[in-house]
């Protein structure tokens, strides 16, 4: 037994304190179901929506507590909403984890906070990998499992976007997640291809100088059946696309924004009203590509189509990432935010992406 | 039962032997010259031969990591590579061998570029020595079937647990054509057992491989490993004996030719070992005692070797390498030194630097080489 004990990492629920990841989540609760506006619904109305929503969400929890994520971590919350979606789908997971963040907050051997089976990865390779988990299930006829990678941005736009690419084209029933907090922030925050234009980051102390990669789109153009984008402030969108992506077979891939308080430098409790002004300045969308059509979904909707969009330097300025940027830069990310947003109108009335 | 022979290249020859173990998944890209066995292999998975998954990935790196993630869930896999390939999914070779999971890949030697050369070396699976992989090297077609049907029983075994490949040179195996008595498919399966990877992920009790290991921890998994890597030199040998009860042709980790009365050993791997072979018999016709001792296996290094030198007569060693460490020696040789010095025998040894790249090595040249009483190391037509 000695033998193979290393690589036994039996589940462990740890009695330590109560983890970040779940004290964020009852805030974001609050906050999108009680206080925002949301699409025009009246309070009351909103918040029959969100219990009945709530209620229909499996209670059983497979990000375990004791975890060792950072305090406010929003990828823990996108992680724990999608352990949920992939309960609710009735199949059992299978889950595969990037040399990123989300193995560190598995915690040290012998403990796993992670209560599926759990695969960590190196960097390049999450979705080959994911490629021969999904391969060898198929060789033993076991069609009762969602295989669901996990990775952050660099191991999916930087160095893992071939074998991305390679996976997706090849067409294996997966669901690829991309996490992204815009930089390397496993290893203290070095820039990424992920990362926005002007973020100072360790290795762009003058800020970046380069835009964001849109990697949502160069998957799409893979004409794979489901393409979404996401954001854990909004728990609800999330957690219903992930759902929807597991019932369709074929590749799927979700990208998450997942504001990191300790990168992006701002107070470990905000993390979920940073990912709420992403939203709402358009530096960030949410749409889902179903079968190759395109289609906002409703936060992103009145932001896109209403015009009801904040200046973005209400985003920049809440974020130590973004310290010292001029006005003209602001001005510069301000006019780059507004033609995506006029991409992505275009996008809405023709159904396509690209 | 009447056994069936066909005339087969090397390549389709290792196909062959796969499509008799039947891999639950094949991950493979293909590079000169090992690219007839992946098309092979994908010709009996597309008629329906073979019943394997079959991963067409986008590159070396994706292949090993694919046959990785296949593994962790209790497959039994297989890949095939060369050269830069190799060294592409390098990284995923380590992973391999730490993570203990039984994948058996071909590995065609051959040259690296810059300087594009697609002949045979050994340096692709050399660089490799350390990845915690068993190391066989093959000397004919024959030899590269039988020893890849053994693979799979060797890598599998609960005692070893350890990926496993088999090299087979490049062009000089690859692509010759030569006669290949099969095995009966019924006789294979009872000679290999179903896969068992006790490991493997599992839905009942949930786990997680490869997790963050702190210090206390991590020198255990590679004092196991090598634990298991010693283990496996006798599942070896047991598995060799094993297989000559089904086929009677007779493997051992270190094949003796003309070794008992011999004053010069001659110590080779590979298709070279053969060569020598024939300078052999030709320095024997000359009265020359000399004999050659082919290693079968690099990792582990087999202890037979030990104990054929303690006993054989000889009392000069020259040893032929196919592939080079620049500022240090020939890697075989330098292995051998250090196998000798740990037995206490000190005596003369000559180091052959030859076939690199390709390079055509008669056996005349080396009956020259081996006459030549001048020690030390020699790289031929230099």
Known sequence: ?????????????????????????????????????????????????????????????????????????????????????????????????????????????????????????????????????????????????????????????????????????????????????????????????????????????????????????????????????????????????????????????????????????????????????????????????????????????RVVLNGDVLPVEKYLRAQGRFNGITDEEVERIQKIVYQELERLKEATARRRLW | MQEEVVFVTGNEAVARAVKLAKPNVIAAYPITPQTEIVEVLARYVESGELRSEYIHVESEHSAMAACIGAASMGARVFTATAAHGFLYMCEMIFWASIARLPIVMANVNRALAPGWNIWAELKDAMAHRDAGWIQFYTASIQEAYDTTLMAFRVAEDRRVMLPTMVNLEGFVLSHVMQPLRLVDEAAYDEFLPPVRIPHALNFERPHTLGTLISPEHNFLVQYDNNKCMRAADDVIAETEREFEKITGRRYRAVMKYRCEDAETLVIAMGTLAREAEVACDSLRDKGEKIGVLRLRQLRPFPKAFAEEVKRLPAERFIIIDRAYSSGYGGILAEEVKARLYDLGIIKEVKSIIAGLGGQDVPHEALEKLFMDKQGGETWYGV
């Open chain 1, 1 to 301: 037994m000695l033998l193979f004990a290393p690589y036994i990492l039996l589940a462990f629920c740890g009695a330590a304190a109560f983890c970040g990841a779940l004290n964020i989540v009852v805030v974001s609760m609050v906050e999108v179901l009680g206080k925002e506006e949301h699409g025009g619904m009246k309070a009351e109305k909103r918040e029959v929506r969100g219990a009945r929503w709530l209620a229909a969400v499996p209670e059983d929890e497979y990000v375990l507590k004791g975890n060792s994520a950072c305090a406010g971590c929003t990828a823990m919350i996108a992680l724990r909403y999608a352990l949920k979606a992939s309960r609710a789908t009735g199949r059992k997971t299978l889950l595969l984890v990037g040399a990123c963040c989300m193995v560190v907050c598995e915690g040290v051997y012998p403990n796993t906070a992670y209560n599926v089976p759990t695969l960590d990865t190196a960097f390049a390779c999450t979705a080959s990998m994911a490629s021969g988990v999904e391969a060898a299930l198929k060789s033993f006829g076991r069609r009762d499992v969602n295989v669901i990678a996990f990775a952050g941005d660099g191991g999916t736009v930087d160095i893992g976007i071939q074998a991305l690419s390679g996976a997706v084209e090849r067409g294996h029933n997966f669901l690829y997640v991309c996490y992204d907090n815009e930089a390397y922030c496993n290893t203290g925050m070095q820039r990424s291809g992920a990362t926005p234009l002007c973020a100072r980051t360790t290795t762009t102390p003058s800020g970046k100088r380069e835009k964001k990669k849109d990697v949502p789109r160069i998957i799409a153009a893979h004409d794979i059946p489901y393409v979404a984008t996401v954001c854990p402030s909004y728990p609800m969108d999330l957690y219903e696309k992930f759902k929807k992506a597991l019932s369709i077979e074929g590749p799927k891939y979700i990208h998450v924004l997942t504001p990191c308080p300790v990168s992006w430098r701002f107070p470990t409790s905000k993390g979920i009203e940073m990912g709420k002004l992403a939203v709402r300045t358009g530096m960030w969308t949410l749409y889902e590509v179903e079968h190759g059509v395109f289609r906002l979904s409703a936060p992103s909707r």
